[in-house]
């Protein structure tokens, strides 16, 4: 018993170590935003400029506006293609299939060094060169996977009978699709949407690679800011970003639980 007892404490403190070394930097860097020194200096002193200043940080916020926008177009076409593609590997047998599904993982395991030094070499030779298409096409062909990996995981739960039931009934196969397997697998693919917007949105190595002096995204302008000299203002746009991906997360488990009910 009382051996039980002292693995359940060690569990619980195992833990509040692990959230706590996992938020911790980012309640310190998210006050340090509201800190009048720019140096970290002590005692703490409320103050809001740096918000004030950020909005006249031109650089800084075009490339947020970047990041956001090459994201969410990422994250569009990733989940249209991926649920589609998903669904084909699912319904259909055809020649190659196999080889087709194991291709998929080596893009997610292989390290981004790499995979952005292919696309760089691979956008020259066919025209493409670097910029914001460019580093929209890298971060669909990365994003890709993951919608596809997570939406075939969530059509493995899915009864092919209840296909055949609406087609018994009179049902074409756009219906059989919007009405019976969408609803099923719209967690998944909401899961996959996340999965390709947060891919997109936090990449660095590929935008690195891709990304023009004046057309950069907001990792790539945060690690050349930090060359030059940290200032609070990236304490400030990491924080608002923050906020609000949590509020995000929180709406989306608020009204899509990830079991299939609304």
């Not at 699912?90 to 390290?111: N, S, T």
């Not at 993951?146 to 756009?174: H, K, M």
């Not at 099923?184 to 899961?191: D, E, F, K, T, Y």
């Not at 950069?216 to 940290?230: Q, S, W």
């Amino acid at each position: 018993m009382a051996t039980t007892r002292i693995l359940e404490w060690c569990g619980r403190l195992y833990i509040w170590l692990l959230l706590a070394f996992l938020y911790l930097p980012v309640i310190i860097m998210a006050l340090m935003s509201f800190n009048v020194s720019p140096f970290y200096q002590l005692p703490f002193e409320w103050t809001t400029e740096w918000y004030a200043s950020l909005w006249q940080n031109d650089q800084l916020i075009s490339a947020t506006w970047n990041s956001i926008e090459i994201a969410i177009i990422t994250t569009i076409i990733s989940t249209v293609l991926g649920s589609a593609a998903s669904l084909a590997l699912y319904r259909y047998e055809f020649r190659g299939k196999k080889v087709l599904q194991a291709l998929l993982f080596p893009p997610i395991a292989i390290p981004w060094l790499i995979t952005g030094t292919a696309m760089l070499i691979f956008f020259f030779g066919v025209g493409i060169g670097r910029g914001l298409f460019a580093i929209l096409l890298g971060h669909v062909a990365l994003a890709l996977p993951y919608v596809i990996v997570v939406v075939s995981a969530r059509l493995q739960t899915f009864a092919p009978e209840l296909e055949e039931a609406a087609r018994s009934l009179g049902a074409n196969q756009w219906q059989v699709t919007s009405r019976v397997t969408l609803p099923w697998i719209m967690p998944g693919v909401i899961a996959g949407g996340l999965f390709a917007f947060a891919v997109s949105f936090d990449q660095f190595v590929v935008s690195y690679f891709l990304s023009t002096p004046g057309q950069t995204t907001l990792p790539v302008e945060i690690y050349a800011a930090i060359r030059k000299g940290f200032t609070p203002e990236i304490n400030a746009v990491s924080t608002i970003i923050i906020v609000v991906s949590m509020a995000l997360m929180l709406l989306t488990a608020r009204f899509f639980k990830f079991g299939g009910e609304k």
